[in-house]
């Protein structure tokens, strides 16, 4: 992260915000909903401030760039726009939306379209233990109509998407075609021109958007400027299966790729009219590898399904057999999460789509152009803070989610940054801070001139490859790259006890001498190399720094108390000074038990008594604080109500109704205002820490 005086950029209240709500909102009504949330280039929200319908405003990149995606459905020749807020010269009505609701993997919508109540629900998967499902860059859209009178009636469904899917530029020229590839109707859209890994406004450069449907009887099709294909639909309840072949700029006559079906009439609900988004890039990532090459890498699905048809086929095949497996994973969520409380479960029900979303799981090719699906590397963009590739700080607290749903990914994340370091190309003796400044090029830092977190970083690396092999018995990782983790551990034995003038991962809080919290997260990476060295069969090693972690652990408490309070300072020296102490998480997650039960209980009572209306502050430089943060913390206090104190203050903030983009980590705990920069990313991942412990 590089962003800097978060305190000036706090957001005035939204001049966007919509209305209080007037339908029934579950579990609460956020300041974003996810739509399709799959990738850093497939992602739409309905933000919502306030409140706001399914079609009271546009579906949003999560920067909040419009992506048009229109909705209709007619009702005995009566037309309701159900999706977005299309102008169309057209006369057609309202759907009153009746609820809300949101899982882990779902957000599912009923709206009143006259006699007919429609039921929208916007599947993203969420596959962890399936590779090939996991890394395929689609989401769902399903529709279903039901009467609510007993009586029959003629219905017809549309939606369309536009071509602001695949450009951050409006101005750009874009191309299209549509298909009928054996049983699906298919849209494809492209810039005319892409720059392969290239970005603008963080939206992809290359690739291709894809608007889908199965191609039953009643389906039509047709492109178009958006209000004459709207129109279209509107005036007839069908489309003209016609191809505008007049390829322009995105935002000139609009053009969007349409889809309809006729559902004849109906009484009781009918089967769900599914259509799939997405966007596929290829190559995805360009990967530094040994003596400053790059290799090109490839998502994992294409290793199955080597054509856009083959993928988009077998998507919409499986909609049925996804939208069970998305519901056992939505109730086991709710079930683990929900033992701790209501509040909980509805933070990690909101936070599991975004923290994957900034995924992309790859593979390499052989050298006769194969797939080697033994080669994998989990990407992950550093959202909305900055571009960065992999940046080992926003790993670490969206650790907790690979943990939770399959330790691998988590291995698969590292892999490429200890690779790389590996390779003797990047010159520091810690650990480098990212793979790459701009997502999706992860050519690394071999000049070292990346954002210096020494103690954080290598502290980090440690924690989370002792973890993994914890978690798993898998020690291959600790094997292949222990020189790297004694490396970093050496740096951490001079360093990290009295920190030197450094940023932590809160860089926006700027640089401090002698941290505590900084402290922590290094003993504790010293205690982890102690465990990595017992795993590997090295007693000597490992009792070495056991001794040193211990050590280190009774000369802290003396450089960190406090003579005035009983707290921990923020800086050794600075008695009226204290923060989230949230790296003690490191020493529970380990099970090193490091540090003694009175350091725990003397800051869970601290904290008790020190909260505003929004939560605890992060420290006392300012008023604003982190959810992730705050969970992390939750996760070791020693009593349930300051547990739940944080709990319920990040729900609380999350649907305070004052924002209205995807959810934030960092934000004011006075006014509870989110902060510029600081949303839609996936160290959300870390709210379900107390779900790993």
Not at 30 to 46: G, K, Q
Not at 74 to 101: C, E, M, R, W
Not at 570 to 587: R, V
Request: aromatic share 10%; glycine share 8%; hydrophobic share 40%.
């Amino acid at each position: 992260m590089r962003l800097s005086n978060v305190a000036s950029l706090l957001l005035l209240p939204l001049a966007t915000l919509v209305q209080a709500i007037t339908w029934t909102a579950t579990p609460f009504n956020p300041s974003s909903i996810p739509l399709a949330v799959r990738t850093p280039y497939l992602s739409a929200w309905l933000p919502q401030g306030a409140g706001a319908a399914l079609n009271d405003v546009w579906a949003s990149f999560w920067n909040g760039n419009i992506l048009g995606w229109a909705g209709f459905v007619k009702v005995d020749g009566v037309s309701y726009v159900f999706l977005g807020t299309p102008n169309v010269p057209a006369t057609f009505s309202k759907a009153i939306q009746k609820s809300s609701q949101f899982t882990s993997t779902q957000s599912i919508f009923v709206l009143s379209a006259g006699p007919v109540d429609i039921t929208v629900t916007f599947l993203s998967p969420v596959e962890p233990t399936d590779l090939v499902k996991q890394s395929i860059p689609f989401s769902y859209m399903a529709v279903s109509a039901a009467a609510t009178d007993g009586k029959s009636h003629s219905v017809q469904v549309y939606s369309d998407i536009s071509a602001e899917w695949v450009s951050g530029d409006n101005s750009l020229t874009v191309n299209w075609n549509s298909t009928t590839s054996g049983s699906i109707l298919t849209h494809q859209v492209q810039l005319q021109t892409p720059t392969v890994f290239g970005e603008v406004n963080d939206h992809t450069q290359y690739g291709s958007a894809f608007y889908s449907t199965p191609n039953t009887v009643g389906a039509t099709f047709q492109t178009g400027a958006d209000v004459t294909v709207r129109a279209q639909f509107i005036n007839n309840g069908r489309l003209a299966n016609t191809l505008d072949t007049g390829f322009r700029a995105i935002s000139n006559n609009w053009p969007v790729f349409g889809l309809a079906h006729d559902l004849g009439t109906i009484t009781t609900a009918t089967t769900p009219v599914v259509f799939s988004v997405g966007h596929i890039r290829d190559p995805a990532i360009q990967y530094i590898v040994a003596g400053g090459a790059t290799q090109n890498r490839n998502l994992y699905f294409l290793s199955q399904f080597p054509t856009s048809a083959a993928v988009i086929s077998s998507f919409l095949g499986d909609f049925s057999a996804a939208l069970t497996r998305a519901n056992a994973f939505d109730a086991k969520v709710q079930t683990d999460a929900g033992k701790i409380s209501a509040d909980y479960a509805s933070i990690v029900a909101l936070s599991i789509r975004q923290a994957f979303m900034a995924t992309e799981l790859t593979i390499s090719k052989t050298s006769t152009g194969a797939f080697n699906t033994t080669d994998v590397i989990l990407f992950m963009k550093e959202i909305s803070s900055d571009g960065n590739v992999n940046t080992v700080d926003v790993i670490f607290p969206a650790w907790s989610i690979f943990l939770y749903t399959n330790p691998m990914l988590g291995k698969f994340l590292l892999e490429g940054l200890l690779r790389y370091q590996a390779s003797g190309q990047y010159p520091n003796k810690w650990s480098v801070h990212d793979l790459g400044s701009s997502y999706p090029k992860a050519l690394g830092h071999n000049d070292g001139a990346d954002e210096a977190m020494p103690v954080e970083e290598s502290g980090n690396m440690v924690i989370m490859a002792l973890s993994y092999a914890q978690r798993t018995g898998d020690i291959s990782h600790l094997q292949r790259y222990s020189a790297l983790l004694n490396q970093w551990t050496g740096f951490l034995v001079s360093d990290s006890l009295i920190p030197a003038n450094q940023i932590s991962t809160d860089d926006f809080a700027g640089a401090l001498a002698n941290q505590t919290n900084l402290a922590i997260k290094g003993i504790v990476g010293i205690g982890a190399m102690a465990q990595i060295e017992a795993l590997l069969g090295n007693t000597a090693q490992s009792a070495n720094y056991s001794s040193i972690a211990a050590s280190y652990v009774t000369q802290w408490q003396k450089l960190s108390a406090s003579t005035t309070d009983a707290h921990l300072t923020l800086a050794y020296g600075n008695s009226n000074s204290w923060g989230l102490s949230y790296n003690l998480f490191g020493d529970k997650l380990l099970k090193l038990n490091l540090f003694p039960e009175s350091v725990y209980a003397e800051q869970t009572a601290w904290y008790q008594t020190h909260t505003n209306a929004f939560g605890v502050p992060l420290d006392t430089r300012h008023t604003y604080t982190k959810t992730d943060w705050e969970i992390f913390t939750a996760s070791w206090v020693t009593t349930t109500t300051v547990r739940d104190l944080f709990i319920s203050s990040v729900k609380k903030w999350v649907s305070d109704g004052l924002n209205n983009g995807p959810l934030g980590d960092l934000y004011d705990t006075v006014s509870g205002q989110i902060a510029v920069g600081f949303r839609a990313r996936p160290v959300v991942g870390g709210h379900l820490a107390l779900l790993v412990l």
